[in-house]
Each structure stands twice: as structure tokens, then as C-alpha cells.
């Protein structure tokens, strides 16, 4: 069988893209991290959650919208330890697009999630309308 030269150049690329090194994956790892600008317990201050439940339910949230959407979880969350009065507590690191989510997933409850809510709906309105 005889490729062209584009369809042996596309092969060359899928196997390379494929077959990655240990280094490679850990550089794209490093990578992607630079992305995760946010901790999750940050929204507990700017939304006013009530609960570190609520902070849960709403990453948790979070997650499941970005994997309903196809949107990867690796790279926009990550779990971290925190040192904080002699304990080790768990957060989240963040992505722009999961912390947005994060904010937006609190209890309906929560004026500030409602607000925000109503406001972001009324942004959208407003520029396509």
C-alpha cells in the first residue's frame, strides 16, 4: 500500500502524539497546572457559602457539568493539601472556567450565587439581544 505524503505525515504525528515519554507527560502535566490560578476555598469568601458543604456541593457540581460537557477534569481541578492550625485540610486548585463554575454552583439559596446568577443572564442579554 502506498500513502501519499500528507497521510504519512498525519501517521508520523499520531504516533508521536501517542507515544509520549515519562517526561513529556510530566512536562504537559507542569503545563497545565500554570492554568489552575484559584483555590476553591476562595469562593467561600466572595460567595458567602455557609458551609464547607456547600463548598463541596459545589465543586462536586462543578465537576459533573465539565464532564457532561466533555470538558476534561484533569487541568481545570486539582486537589491540594493545606497546613492550616496543625492540620491538614484538603482544597481545590482551580481553572478560571471551575472557579466560575464553582461560584455559580452554590446553593440557590445564597443571594450572592443568585445574584450573580441573574447578573450573568442579564450580561448575556444585553450583548446578544
Not at 5 to 21: A, D, Y
Request: one cysteine or more; hydrophobic letters at 40%; proline letters at 4%.
Amino acid at each position: 500500500m502506498h500513502l501519499c505524503p500528507i497521510n504519512f505525515i498525519r501517521m508520523q504525528l499520531t504516533l508521536i502524539q501517542t507515544q509520549t515519554t515519562p517526561v513529556v507527560d510530566e512536562f504537559a502535566e507542569k503545563m497545565a497546572v500554570l492554568n489552575l490560578l484559584y483555590y476553591a476555598s476562595e469562593a467561600v469568601t466572595e460567595m458567602g457559602f455557609d458551609s464547607p458543604e456547600e463548598l463541596h456541593d459545589s465543586v462536586k457540581r462543578s465537576m459533573e457539568f465539565c464532564l457532561s460537557a466533555g470538558i476534561p477534569i484533569k487541568g481545570n481541578f486539582q486537589r491540594v493539601y493545606k497546613c492550616f492550625n496543625d492540620r491538614v485540610m484538603y482544597d481545590w486548585k482551580l481553572s478560571v472556567l471551575a472557579y466560575r463554575l464553582v461560584c455559580l454552583s452554590g446553593k440557590s439559596s445564597n443571594p450572592n450565587v443568585a445574584r450573580l446568577i441573574i447578573q450573568l443572564i442579564k450580561n448575556e442579554h444585553l450583548n446578544h439581544f
